[in-house]
C-alpha cells in the first residue's frame, strides 16, 4: 500500500504560478512512475505530466512550456510547476504513481486549483 500526500493547490489569477508536491510513503526506486493527472467535472482524468524512473518525462500538449515536472528523490516527492496558468487549467489534480512491482497503480486525493480573474 502507498499512501500520497498533496499540497500545493489553491487559487491564482491567469498568468499566475502555484506549485504541488506529491510525498510518497515509499521509496521512489520502487515506483515505475509517478505524475500528475486533473479532471473537471464531466470530464475524463487526463494526464498531466509524468516522470519514468529512468528520467524520462511526458507532457500533454497543454501544457508544454508552461508547467515543470521534477521529483527529489531523497524526499520522495514529486513536484508540478505550474506557470502562466489559464482559465483551462482549473481542475482537480491528482498524484498517482505505478509500482514496479505488480504495476499496481495509487491515486492520491486531489487538490483543487482554480484560476480564474
Known amino acids: 500500500q502507498v499512501q500520497l500526500v498533496e499540497s500545493g493547490g489553491g487559487s491564482v489569477q491567469p498568468g499566475g504560478s502555484l506549485r504541488l508536491s506529491c510525498a510518497a510513503s515509499?521509496?521512489?526506486?520502487?515506483?515505475?512512475?509517478m505524475g500528475w493527472y486533473r479532471q473537471v467535472p464531466g470530464k475524463q482524468r487526463e494526464l498531466v505530466a509524468d516522470i519514468i524512473r529512468d528520467g524520462r518525462i511526458n507532457y500533454t500538449d497543454d501544457v508544454k512550456g508552461r508547467f515543470t515536472i521534477s521529483r527529489d528523490d531523497a524526499k520522495k516527492t514529486v513536484y508540478l510547476q505550474m506557470n502562466s496558468l489559464k482559465v483551462e487549467d482549473t481542475a482537480v489534480y491528482y498524484c498517482?504513481?505505478?509500482?514496479?512491482?505488480?504495476?499496481?497503480?495509487?491515486w492520491g486525493p486531489g487538490t483543487q486549483v482554480t484560476v480564474s480573474p
Open positions: 515509499v521509496s521512489i526506486f520502487s515506483l515505475s512512475t
Open positions: 498517482r504513481v505505478q509500482t514496479r512491482i505488480g504495476a499496481f497503480v495509487y
